[in-house]
């Protein structure tokens, strides 16, 4: 069972700027990053797809970005020009085994989650 912890997040005004990070307790073949919002269903927001290649939610697209240390197991979000519809939990999701039914963006896909982390920002 692996675990994952969030941290990094916060509350900003309008065009500030987060970085979220995720530590996994052991190995895990790709992870990404989800948000949901109050009333909202969990979106996509970046991950890793089954050929290490970054993907992003469109509405994040040249915002964001995803990274992460391999030698630290540890898992980024760089968020910047943030706005007020960015505000949502956020949680981090790994994948044990690459399930090719699901897209990248498939909460299905996906084995492991964290407990999440707050992001809030303002106007």
């Known amino acids: 069972q692996v675990q994952l912890v969030e941290s990094g997040g916060g509350s900003v005004q309008a065009g500030g700027s987060l970085r979220l990070s995720c530590d996994a307790s052991?190995?895990?073949?790709?992870r990404g990053w989800f948000r949901q919002a109050p009333g909202k269903d969990r979106e996509g927001v970046a991950a890793?797809?089954?050929?290490?290649?970054?993907r992003y939610g469109d509405s994040v697209k040249g915002r964001f970005t995803i990274s992460q240390d391999n030698t630290q197991n540890t898992l980024y979000l760089q968020m910047n020009s943030l706005t007020p519809e960015d505000t949502a939990m956020y949680y981090c999701?790994?994948?044990?085994?690459?399930?090719?039914?699901?897209?990248?963006?498939?909460?299905?896909?996906?084995?492991?989650w964290g407990q999440g982390t707050q992001v809030t920002v303002s106007s």
């Open positions: 890793f797809d089954r050929n290490g290649v970054a």
């Open positions: 052991g190995y895990t073949y790709r």
């Open positions: 999701a790994a994948v044990s085994t690459w399930k090719v039914a699901y897209g990248v963006f498939s909460t299905g896909a996906y084995d492991y």
